[in-house]
């Protein structure tokens, strides 16, 4: 028998093997090796974690739950989290290629943190509000409530798997949603293990995750009548895909896509932690994070200054085995992705762009079957360019060249994308300007990621739309009821039905 650890389905609080006994591996990008065997899902598995989502949101007991109970176990779910930290990050660095740095850093803190701020959140939420009483006499008074939609179908993307899940899981349960999710095929076992913890605490059938491909576990998920609800994350060309198929059954739909987020270096800015801050923003997770920043504007007077501060700190960035604590940036998710963002590297040139570092695919000792790429710097890029235009999703900057103000505006907006943008300045008072006219979900002024789990999080233009993160997140998963009580009881009195009673005294 073989020790490659199996991932199977979870449904109704039990792990299972899907109705196709189908497994398929999962390659550890560092190296190329296979470390898990995955429950490859269809549509009857969908049919199935989906009927038990529907019994478990039926029984009152779940959506009704008050917040404070509820409070109590999202906390729960969030020392369950760090109670198992370890197993999570080794999953996620040998899912996904996440460096150990990220994993332990960045992913496995936030996570904890998003399910802690949700569970402050859901205390204050406003599920019942009042409407302002009209002067009395008041005929009638009228609230507004927030209720869960119902079942959630939740789709994530392979390059930050925990924090994506956490993401939609969280404020999905916080509203009191039940809920049927699809990881990435390419990284599903940290995802699984985390369903298969959090069992612990939620009652069977409210959380249940169902791998698979997109063909089969997701367009079975935006096509299931009995989904009310489906939260993506992913490019934008599958985004349009899982829009159309939510129209079908006018699911409510919210959509997290890609992007490519442009850095306004103002001449006045100090270009050493431009350089340092604008690596990170492209650098970070070797790239592949739709948030990154991957379009430098920069002024003509700094620009051969910055250019070469950035190829000397680029070629300082250790690339490197995801588990060496030392690494900064890891490899690409896999072989075919590599081989497109070589692929858009020669791309560029062709196009005209320059290589200033980089370019190149990277060795890593020890790691002779992983996949790797040297981060890389293009200069002379211009905005109508294929490397200016579309999600490389891998370490290469494109480096754009501006005169004007104005100009280095309408380059930063002419975009199918508007996620993330960045301004880089010691004037913070053009700074705000400047961020007023940006068309992006995000603006970061003099860093990048600055991602809070209380601040929401999301797409203008096809970068997509709803927002994630905090309490706004809470609001992507409810439906609105406005509920009115009539006072009256003398017929004759109630104001309005005058207009069909005409001949009422
Ligand atoms: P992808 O669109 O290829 O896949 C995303 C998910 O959709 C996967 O689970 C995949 O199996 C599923 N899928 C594929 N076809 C489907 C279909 N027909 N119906 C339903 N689901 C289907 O994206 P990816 O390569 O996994 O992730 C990278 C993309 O995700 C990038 O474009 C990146 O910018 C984006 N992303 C966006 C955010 C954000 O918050 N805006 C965060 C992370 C990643």
């Given at each position: 028998m073989s020790d490659i650890p199996q991932y199977h389905l979870v449904i109704n609080g039990e792990s299972c093997a899907p109705a196709s006994g189908e497994y398929a591996d999962v390659i550890n990008p560092a190296t190329g090796e296979v470390v898990g065997s995955a429950a490859m899902g269809g549509a009857a598995d969908v049919d199935?974690?989906?009927?038990?989502?529907?019994?478990?949101?039926?029984?009152?007991?779940?959506?009704?739950?008050?917040?404070?109970?509820?409070?109590?176990?999202?906390?729960?779910?969030?020392?369950?989290?760090?109670a198992n930290a370890q197993e999570l990050i080794g999953l996620e660095i040998s899912c996904s290629g996440a460096t150990l740095n990220r994993a332990s850093n960045l992913d496995i803190p936030a996570v904890a943190d998003l399910w802690m701020n949700l569970a402050e959140a859901v205390k204050v939420y406003p599920f019942v509000e009042a409407q302002s009483p009209r002067p009395l006499p008041e005929q009638w008074h009228s609230?507004?409530?927030?209720?869960?939609?119902?079942?959630?179908?939740?789709?994530?993307?392979?390059?930050?798997?925990?924090?994506?899940?956490?993401?939609?899981?969280?404020?999905?349960?916080?509203a009191g949603n039940t809920i049927v999710i699809k990881p990435s095929e390419m990284t599903p076992t940290s995802s699984i293990r985390l369903t298969e913890i959090l069992q612990e605490v939620l009652p069977p059938g409210v959380l249940n995750i169902v791998n698979g491909d997109g063909p089969s576990v997701g367009d079975a998920m935006t096509l299931h009548p009995d989904i009310d609800k489906i939260s993506f994350t992913g490019s934008t060309r599958v985004g349009k895909i899982v829009q159309t198929n939510c129209a079908t059954t006018m699911k409510r739909c919210t959509l997290e896509l890609g992007g490519k987020g442009p850095g306004i270096v103002l001449p006045d800015a100090d270009l050493d932690m431009v350089a340092q801050g604008s690596l990170w923003a492209v650098y970070m997770n070797a790239g592949q994070a739709c948030e990154s920043g991957t379009r430098l504007l920069v002024h003509e007077d700094v620009y051969d200054e910055l250019l070469e501060k950035l190829a000397a700190r680029s070629a300082e960035v250790v690339v490197g085995n995801p588990a060496d604590p030392a690494t900064g940036v890891g490899p690409m998710s896999t072989e075919a992705h590599f081989h497109k963002v070589m692929g858009y590297i020669e791309t560029g040139v062709a196009e005209g762009a320059r290589i200033v570092c980089g370019g190149e695919p990277a060795e890593v000792p020890g790691c002779e079957g992983g996949?790797?790429?040297?981060?890389?710097?293009?200069?002379?890029?211009t905005n109508d360019m294929r490397v200016a235009r579309e999600e490389i999703f891998g370490p290469v900057l494109a480096v754009i060249r501006y005169r004007t103000e104005e100009e280095a505006l309408a380059l930063a907006n002419d975009s199918d994308y508007g996620l993330s943008a960045g301004i880089w300045t010691t004037d913070l008072i053009k700074a705000q300007r400047l961020a007023r006219d940006l068309r992006a979900g995000s603006v970061w002024i003099n860093d990048w990621h600055m991602m809070r789990t209380d601040a929401p999080f999301g797409g203008y233009k096809q970068s997509g739309y709803g927002r994630e993160l905090g309490r706004y997140s809470i609001d992507s998963y409810v439906e609105t009821k406005s509920v009115s009580m009539s006072f009256e009881r003398v017929p004759q009195k109630k104001a309005m039905q005058r207009i069909v009673h005409t001949k009422m005294a």
């Open positions: 199935q974690a989906v009927a038990a989502a529907r019994a478990a949101f039926n029984q009152r007991e779940w959506r009704e739950m008050p917040p404070a109970e509820r409070s109590r176990l999202l906390y729960q779910c969030a020392q369950l989290v760090l609230q507004v409530w927030k209720e869960p939609v119902g079942v959630c179908g939740l789709i994530t993307a392979w390059n930050f798997p925990l924090l994506l899940y956490s993401w939609k899981v969280g404020p999905a349960l916080a996949f790797y790429v040297q981060p890389t710097v293009l200069a002379d890029v």
